[in-house]
């Protein structure tokens, strides 16, 4: 299945693949039809593979738990550390960072259950996604959301590729672990902020699923 947050470009990308694979087929000949093949070939397959957007069985244990944090992409972890978040949860905290790459699926989960407190559109430069920097500097959507064990925060930041962030989410929505809620189109990253006393379940160079893999378990406050 095709994701909803992808119409708009995959209807162009479709279009302009069927049209050189068209007029390869019936205007043109020898080595430039090939070549007009080839490349419309690609737009249509690249569209399936950019925006597919799979059924995802959430864990149970994300579902009967709120402590839970979910992977909110698919990806690569490439950084686990310390550091200061100053938007929402306004401390220190641990940071998980996922790579996307392009052949990843781009289609964004929520890691958590609670409720939207903080959005904030930042309009930025478009680093590598891999950049240790990007996580400041690049455009970005930031969400922080309340749950029933502390503040989380979450980043969709655009890479070199990526151009174009697509989330539903507003201060004041419910959301919860697992369910869809935007897209960050082509190579992207996406980094989560939670407090330091979780329990972290992945490593760095772990490959992780959206609304699949659980990235970390939260405990309750003193």
Known sequence: MLTKYGIDNIIVMLI???????????FIRGWISILLFILGLILVVMTFIFFRDPERKIPLVAIDNENI??????GKVVDISETYENYYINGSCIKISIFLSP?????????VTGIVEFYKYIKGDYLVAYHPKSSE???????GVKTIYGKVVFKQIVGILARRLVCDLKEGD??????RFGMMKFGSRMDVFFEKNAEINVKIGDKVVGGVSILAKMKLIN
Not at 16 to 25: D, N
Not at 174 to 179: F, N, P, Q
Request: aromatic fraction near 6%; glycine fraction near 6%.
């Open 16 to 26: 302009a693949g069927f049209v050189l694979i068209t007029i390869s087929a019936f």
């Open 69 to 74: 944090i979910l992977s909110p992409a698919d």
């Open 103 to 111: 052949l990843d699926v781009h289609v964004n989960r929520s890691p």
């Open 137 to 143: 500097l690049n455009e970005q959507s930031i969400i």
């Open 174 to 179: 419910s959301i919860k672990a697992g369910e």
